[in-house]
Structure formats: structure tokens, C-alpha cells
């Protein structure tokens, strides 16, 4: 077990280009989240996934925000046309059964800059 | 709707004293109850959650927590602190579902 996954922990983009971030869940977890943190703040719930199917999002995932989980493995979450806002940590974590009640396994985070 | 406020943002103990940090929920249901300890540019651990049961629950590194339902608090404390503790610590809530309301968080700093 080699805990979750994220990958890069660092980007740096300007305005305007996309990025693309990667998340490798424990491999027996079968639910994967995805939240945000800005500075000084507490991490936010944007989405999550139980096995390949996409259940819930937040009204912060905006129309240029897309994660997917093909065959319920891995998950990417990308930004598109990236805005200085979306400068942020992006946590992703997982679970074997709702999190809500067991408690997420969070990965070490990919930290976004845009400049 | 669940919610979560941690009163103070930075608190600051002496090693070896106690370590109390303070957390009160707002949930329309029994709620799940979680602390978080986050250490620079690192993503979020574990420290100890309630479920049910036991209201005094014990976690990693010799934290405990209390769950008190007429206060609607959930205060995370330390007998002893250690230079290893200092970190942000952040309190979260769940109604049984499957996320996470987290707190503003409160940074621990240590003082030797």
C-alpha cells in the first residue's frame, strides 16, 4: 500500500493554458474525492467518485473544471482556460466505503500557480 | 446544513504543556466528527474521528478528543506538546455522506 498518489505536486501555468492533474487512489479504495484548498483555508469539496461514476459535484467545479475515473482506477482533473483564481492546492483522496464515515486517505497534493 | 468553526487561527503553546484546540459544529443530523493534522506542502492526516459510541476518542500521537453533544463541540487536546506537533490542524464534519466540511484550520506553533 502505497498511499494515494498525485502527480505533479507542483505546477506553474500562465492564464489562459490548461492543465492536468492525475490522482492514483489506494488500490482496494473504491470511492476517489477531489477537494480544494486556498491559502488559510480548509479544504473544499469539488467532486467524487465511486468506482468510475461520477456522483456528485460542486458548484465550485465550474464548466471549465473536468475530472473523469476511467475503469474506476486513477482520476484526472483538469482545468481549462486556467484564471489566477484557480491558484490553489488540489487534494485528492479516497476511501473504501463513504468517507463521510470512515474518513479519507488524502494524497500530498498538487499545488497550481497561475500567473 | 453542516458547518464547522475553529476558534482561533494560531495558537501557541510551550513544549511539554497542554495543547487545546477548539472546534463546535453545526449538523441538522448525529454528525461524524474527524481531526486532520497538515504539515507544510503536505495533504491532510488522519488524527482521530467519532462515529458513535465512545465519546472520548483517542487518535495518533497521544491526541484525544471529546465529542459533546449539548455544547456541539468536538476540542482536540494533548496533555504534552512536542516540537513534533507544530502543524495546522484542521476539524471537519459529516452527516453520514459521502463529504467532508472542513474548518478555517488552527496553526499550532510550539514554542521550546
Known amino acids: 500500500d502505497t498511499g494515494v498518489s498525485q502527480n505533479p505536486r507542483h505546477k506553474i501555468t500562465k492564464r489562459g493554458q490548461n492543465v492536468t492533474f492525475r490522482c492514483d487512489p489506494i488500490?482496494?479504495?473504491?470511492?476517489l474525492y477531489w477537494y480544494r484548498q486556498t491559502l488559510g483555508q480548509g479544504p473544499e469539496f469539488l467532486t467524487y467518485?465511486?468506482?468510475?461514476?461520477?456522483?456528485?459535484k460542486s458548484r465550485l467545479l465550474s464548466d471549465r473544471f473536468s475530472a473523469e475515473r476511467p475503469k474506476g482506477s486513477f482520476s484526472t482533473l483538469e482545468i481549462q482556460r486556467t484564471e489566477q483564481g484557480d491558484s490553489a492546492m488540489y487534494l485528492c483522496?479516497?476511501?473504501?466505503?463513504?468517507?463521510?464515515?470512515?474518513?479519507?486517505?488524502f494524497g500530498s497534493g498538487t499545488r497550481l500557480t497561475v500567473v | 446544513a453542516q458547518s464547522v468553526t475553529q476558534l482561533g487561527s494560531h495558537v501557541s503553546v510551550s513544549e511539554g504543556a497542554l495543547v487545546l484546540l477548539r472546534c463546535n459544529y453545526s449538523s441538522s443530523v448525529p454528525p461524524y466528527l474527524f481531526w486532520y493534522v497538515q504539515y507544510p506542502n503536505q495533504g491532510l492526516q488522519l488524527l482521530l474521528k467519532?462515529?458513535?459510541?465512545?465519546?472520548l476518542v483517542k487518535g495518533i500521537n497521544g491526541f484525544e478528543a471529546e465529542f459533546k453533544k449539548s455544547e456541539t463541540s468536538f476540542h482536540l487536546t494533548k496533555p504534552s506538546a512536542h516540537m513534533s506537533d507544530a502543524a495546522e490542524y484542521f476539524c471537519a464534519v459529516s452527516e453520514v455522506k459521502e463529504k467532508l466540511t472542513f474548518g478555517t484550520g488552527t496553526r499550532l506553533t510550539i514554542i521550546p
Open positions: 467519532y462515529t458513535t459510541g465512545a465519546t
Open positions: 488500490s482496494e479504495h473504491n470511492r
Open positions: 483522496a479516497s476511501s473504501q466505503g463513504q468517507g463521510g464515515g470512515y474518513g479519507y486517505t
Open positions: 467518485f465511486q468506482n468510475e461514476a461520477q456522483l456528485e
